[in-house]
């Protein structure tokens, strides 16, 4: 069986309004399929199904996306939590020890390393499969996927090819340079570092038990606030002699930014709008209920969700971080593995909340200490449970919980209810969950 890590991180800021602290870029729906719409996520792992249909993914990622992955790809896929950030080092040895201390993987198996949202096409992952049997041989302990460079860019890394001792090839890595630099450096016969790699198990561990401390899962796992914050690119990649190089020349994209991600979109328009008075290059993604009219405009992205509304011209917004950064709100959509919520309204003493649970699913049983909670269903059936007593629900009906009531909703078919929360101080921390 072939094993592959999937490294998802990051908050996806520069995708504001649509990503937020919770709902990174790699989660929203927009690449057009049969049925719908679908992230980046669930393409690359219906990728990999398709053309590694062997494969065993793991995703590496921190506990705030883990309710997003198990809604948008189900229960199947292994997922490896970093209980806080600790840069790629520490989130890459702790996978490939929950690879073996959970998943009983051998130490003399090799896995793939890539990150869950690139955007590229099936030879890719033909690629990935040609790294991972590369990595098996064993003649090497890295092997690296050099991606062809379509432009001079100065967001990627390059890997520069150079000759080494008694013929055997080396590499130097550089982050980021100038066009200038680039173009240099592809004139020389550079490649893209994509953040793809492999290497047998026993490399890594061992990688680990020297620069951690320890290559034991249960180990790392607890004490992970502690440990050292680390590039696996420095510490491993640019310290390694003993490297091959696999070249992959297809379509590889990252979407980090609106305008790139624009680029890469299967119609100008999800969600209701429309343009008039001569637009050109227009693309709008409308997550509302409301309308989107563009008339006259040129080389723009219109984004609106519960979050926020963008209007930008497509090159500017490559540097909304910094703005997105300074607007302070709670979050207010979000997908979780039962289901999703979106705050709909917000007053001074109750807050109203749409929530859609997927059938067979449930909330926690669980009370709060200082607001009472208001259930009104609109659609489908369900079972409420309220301080032990069960009863059954279906559209039209009212379920009211007072504070300190220990209370739940499970899902028969796909049920949607209004929940209205009424409280002087209604915060996320109020809240006690309880076995069933």
């Not at 038990?209 to 180990?219: E, I, P, Q, W």
């Amino acid at each position: 069986m072939m094993h592959i890590i999937l490294l998802s991180g990051g908050s996806g800021r520069r995708l504001w309004p649509l990503s937020n602290d919770i709902r990174s870029k790699q989660f929203i729906k927009i690449f057009r399929t049969d049925t719908g719409y679908e992230s980046m996520v669930q393409r690359v792992y219906r990728q990999i199904k398709t053309v590694l249909a062997d494969a065993s993914v793991t995703i590496a990622t921190s506990r705030s996306q883990v309710s997003a992955i198990r809604n948008q790809l189900g229960e199947e896929v292994g997922i490896s939590v970093e209980p806080c950030r600790r840069d790629t080092f520490a989130a890459i040895a702790l996978a490939t020890a929950y690879l073996r201390d959970v998943k009983g993987v051998g130490e003399d198996e090799a896995v793939v390393v890539c990150p869950v949202d690139p955007y590229v096409e099936d030879e890719y992952f033909h690629c990935v499969r040609r790294l991972y049997e590369t990595a098996q041989e064993g003649k090497s302990n890295l092997v690296l996927m050099g991606i062809q460079p379509t432009y001079p860019s100065e967001k990627y890394g390059y890997i520069k090819p150079q000759a080494g001792e008694e013929g055997r090839g080396r590499f130097q890595f550089t982050e980021k340079p100038s066009k200038e630099k680039a173009k240099q450096y592809i004139a020389a016969g550079a490649l893209w570092n994509g953040g793809v790699f492999a290497y047998k198990l026993s490399y890594v561990l061992e990688k680990s038990r020297a620069l951690l401390g320890s290559c034991d899962y249960d180990t790392l796992f607890s004490s992970y606030d502690k440990l050292e914050k680390i590039s696996f690119d420095y510490a491993v990649v640019e310290q390694e002699p003993s490297i091959e190089m696999i070249r992959y020349s297809g379509t590889w994209k990252d979407l980090g930014t609106w305008n790139t991600l624009a680029e890469s979109m299967d119609e100008p328009i999800i969600g209701d709008g429309r343009t008039g008075g001569g637009c050109t290059d227009v693309h709008i993604v409308n997550e509302l209920d409301v309308p989107i009219l563009a008339m006259g405009l040129h080389d723009v992205i219109i984004s609106a969700s519960s979050e926020g509304i963008l209007v930008s011209d497509k090159e500017q917004s490559s540097y909304i971080k910094p703005l997105v950064d300074a607007i302070v709100q709670p979050v207010k959509f979000a997908e979780k593995s039962w289901g999703s919520f979106q705050v709909i309204d917000v007053e001074e003493e109750s807050l109203t909340i749409k929530v859609t649970l997927k059938p067979g699913h449930s909330m926690n049983y669980h009370s709060h200490d200082r607001r009472d909670e208001v259930w009104t269903v609109i659609s489908g059936q369900g079972r409420t449970i309220v301080d032990g007593m069960e009863q059954p629900v279906r559209a039209g009906d009212v379920v009211t919980m007072q504070a300190g009531c220990r209370h739940t909703v499970i899902a028969e078919t796909e049920l949607k209810l209004i929940e209205v929360q009424l409280g002087r101080e209604i915060s996320a921390s109020d809240k006690h969950k309880y076995d069933l």
